[in-house]
């Protein structure tokens, strides 16, 4: 119904997008770890420009204005009203300016990490002291023991986004993918979500980044990326073996 | 103190209400909280610099033992050391000085608020001596610290007596800046620190009976079987989140601001210049902060489950604090235009804040964007950005207090020589410590870890070289505050006003100033201001 109103809104874009899905056709799926990246490097030459600014300024200050003979005074001139008004005004826009910039581009990119992909698999994820269980569609689970490291961690096909459904049995953990850029917190009484899409085969991990105790440095699990054929197999074995 | 001309008596110290010796008393339990939190910070350096157990026994109570030590560090480094130097000894000292007065507006109370301080240092202390000792951190999320075996209750009466200083505190110096002003001072004439003081001491008396009030109801889950955060019974384990940071984020400023305020202190005095734009970091800084210091918390909860909208909300806002936040950074820098400026140990502080304010406040703008911090949050790049802004800059503000005033508290100087190696050291230790954090963080190195095996090898080398820092810092702190103690003792005398300053507490009053601080009423005109050179 939605899609179907903004087709008709965005006649555009929307109508060919709404068509391509009844279709079933592959829809493009965003790559938030990477837009994540891209964003880091904008940020980060912002942060580059208006740091090199102040210290350049700081530094070149503190060097030209040193005192050369004891009992002189600075000669600053007297800021009229003008000047004062504009000091404050203009760099305030300035900054504001720069405040909604990277809001803009900010948000830009959360709205990718908050949106799931209609294609995801989801999992549902359960932190507890101090063990990872993974429970897919299908009646397939798996448990990551934190001490002995027993357990196939959390397993999915190359290509298709997840959308992990998590909460915790006892007190706040959090599912931090470092490789994707992306974690949230695990609590009891609550489920929250997030996404991550694995775009290449491989393994990585998962760690815990909420404060949890005396095991907290060791709560971690793969996350292992597979073939959709490896993927097919390794859910048929579950199912045999459960 | 014309007192010290009558000898030492400790009855004296105990029952004083003179501002001037509460002062130091708030000194003297901070530094002594600081130290032993620096002693945890070199402990849980040195388990960090290689992946398993380095100092801890062993695997299995390894975290115990490392929790113990970071929930005494960051507790007593922020709760113990920061608040109270700022806030309770520079407020203290310097505040009844800078406007004219002879005290402070309800000096029995003050004496109160000093002795409910260290009465939460010694609460604080017990973590040592308990079997139970304390290991939720200095954030105490429940449910970890309802159901831990750990003791949570020295937590809570830890903030419930600092907090409670804290309320009384604040109550008497704006009270004591609103009514005790000499004859003739005005809003815009005040010292820029006594301003900072004002502004943090109003968040401070909203927002610390929040904090209060949440611990309790910690308190009240854990030992009276109510369930405000059990989400088992109907409670809610964001509730406190929630509470916390209402509070904690605004803590920040009332650390922040009179840090800003002493540096502004010692610029305008070493350059011999007024302050920049004295009204626009008035008050589009500090008072701007006041204002909008409530709406902010939700940053900290950006990967805690709130709804999205408020997750964005906050970022707008949060983001929006560069504005009073620049605004104070201009005047800073610009203080030193066309200035005259005389280098010391503390303007030795100064220029080295210029350039932790902007590191620290710099590498606060990606922690301010939701999307950003999904990844950083938690991370040791969080770690040494508030270390870069607290652990540091803040930090440093204190030392440079104690450094500038010095002359004027001891009558006497300090050993410059000494002084400016446990600077550099302290400034090189700092970076070398900070530095490697950041880089790792950013590639996914967890907080509050003490093992770090399932990560890439190279961490272990960023670690040591952080630890290697620490080091550094540890050896020019020793330096540091020896020569404080030293310097008191048979420091060379000092002259009444020896960097020729032009505030109240340097041309009116005698070195060490005697009860009642000035010998003379004292009144000022209308065209005078502390920072008028000319
Ligand atoms: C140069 C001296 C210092 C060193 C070497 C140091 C080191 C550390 C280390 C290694 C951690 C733990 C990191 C982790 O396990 O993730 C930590 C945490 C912390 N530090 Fe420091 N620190 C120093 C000074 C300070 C100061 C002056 C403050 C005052 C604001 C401070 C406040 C904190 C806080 C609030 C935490 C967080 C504790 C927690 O996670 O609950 N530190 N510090
Ligand atoms: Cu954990
Ligand atoms: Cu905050």
Redesign the pocket.
Known sequence: MKRAVSALVLTGLGLPAALADAAGAKVAVPDPAASWNHLWHDVLLDLFIIGIIFLAAGLYWVWKYRATRPGQIGTAPKLDKISAIGFAVVPAFLFMADDFYLAAKGWTVWNEYRDVPRNAMEVKVTGSMWSWNFEYDNGVSTTFMVDTKEGDGLVVPVGKPVVLRMTSTDVVHSFFLPDYRVKEDMMPGRVTYLWFNPVKVGETLATCAEFCGNRHSFMWTKVKVVSQADFDTWIAKKKQGA | MSTASSGFKLSEWIFTTDHKRIGILYLIGSIAA?SL??IM??L??IE?AAPGPTIVSDAYTGGDQYNVW??F??AA??LG??IPGLTGFAANYLLPLMIGAKDVAFPRINALSVWLFWAGIVVALLTFVVPDKPDI???GYPPYSITTAGNTALYVFTVHLIGFSSILASVNFLVTIIYMRAPGMGWNQLNMFVWSCFTALIIQLVFVPVLAAAVTLLLFDRYLGTHFFDPANGGDVLLYQNLFWFYSHPAVYVIFLPAMGIFYEIFATMAKNPIFNYKAAVYGGMCFIVLISGEVWVHHLYYSGMPDWLRIGQMVTTLLISIPVGLMTISLFGTLYKGSITFNIPMYYGTAALYLLLIGGLTGIPLAMTVMSVHLGET?FT?AH??FI??IF??FSVFAAVDFWFPKISGRMLNPAQGKLGFWLNFI??NI?FWPLFIIGVEGMP????DYSQFPSHFAHYHKVATLG?FI?AIGMVLTISNWIISAIKGEKAPDNPWGSNSLEWTHTATPPGPGNFPKEVTVDADWTPYNYK
């Not at chain 2, 907080?447 to 003490?450: D, L, T």
């Open positions: 600081f939190a620096g910070a070199l849980i350096r960090q970071l929930y560090h960051g480094m922020i050391f920061l951190m200095w954030t040791s770690h508030f270390h607290m652990g803040a930090t230790g700092v410590t907080r509050r870890y003490w620490a810092v």
